[in-house]
């Protein structure tokens, strides 16, 4: 991303590692098999002087990773705050940016947002729901992701038609105002 001019980008989508603390290998006989990573964080010497940077120039950023939990949740911060800041100089002024995590971090991530893009150029928070089979019996199924949708500016480009997803009412006599998705009345 250093290489690349400030001001230059329209939209960002980030998928980055969770921080889930698991290790990830591609399925045997998939054209990725061998490959691995874990999504596991360690602090480092390097992380620190990460922090000491970011203390002098980033002051409410600063505060946000110093309030992590754990030296793991720390590393991990700091690897996003770093790309976040590099990502802000690359977005346009009208560009925006959706940062995909899940709820381990998501609390975290939104006030690094926060901090690198303004609070007030946060603009809305997407739930993704998804399903599966769970044998939780002792809290609700963990089935959701978040996306997390920031502006550079006050102005941004946003094409409403192109992800609309038209509902129409349902016809379901005593119950009012429900909606689904591709029903036709």
């Known amino acids: 991303m250093r290489g690349m001019n400030s001001e230059s980008v329209d939209l960002i989508y980030l998928d980055p590692p969770f921080n889930s603390k698991q290790d990830y290998a591609a399925p045997i006989g998939s054209a990725a098999a061998g490959a691995a990573f874990k999504d596991t964080w360690t ?47 690359l977005l346009k002024p009208t560009g925006s940016i959706y940062l995909h995590c899940d709820p381990t971090m998501s609390h975290y991530l939104k006030l690094l947002m926060d901090a690198v893009f303004g609070r007030r150029n946060f603009r809305n928070e997407i739930i993704w ?15 959701h992701d978040v996306v997390l949708f920031y502006t550079r500016g006050d ?31």
């Open 43 to 89: 602090l480092t010497d390097l992380d620190a002087e990460w922090i000491n940077l970011i203390s002098g120039k980033h002051h409410d950023l600063w505060r946000v990773i110093m309030a992590a939990m754990t030296p793991s949740d720390k590393s991990y911060l700091v690897y996003m705050a770093v790309r976040l800041l590099e990502m802000r100089r």
């Open 155 to 185: 102005a941004w480009h946003f094409n409403w038609e192109a992800v609309r997803i038209p509902y129409v009412k349902l016809r379901t006599g005593k119950t009012r105002g429900i909606f689904k998705q591709g029903c036709h009345p």
């Open 129 to 143: 729901a998804y399903t599966g089979p769970s044998n939780t019996k002792r809290w609700f199924p963990r089935k």
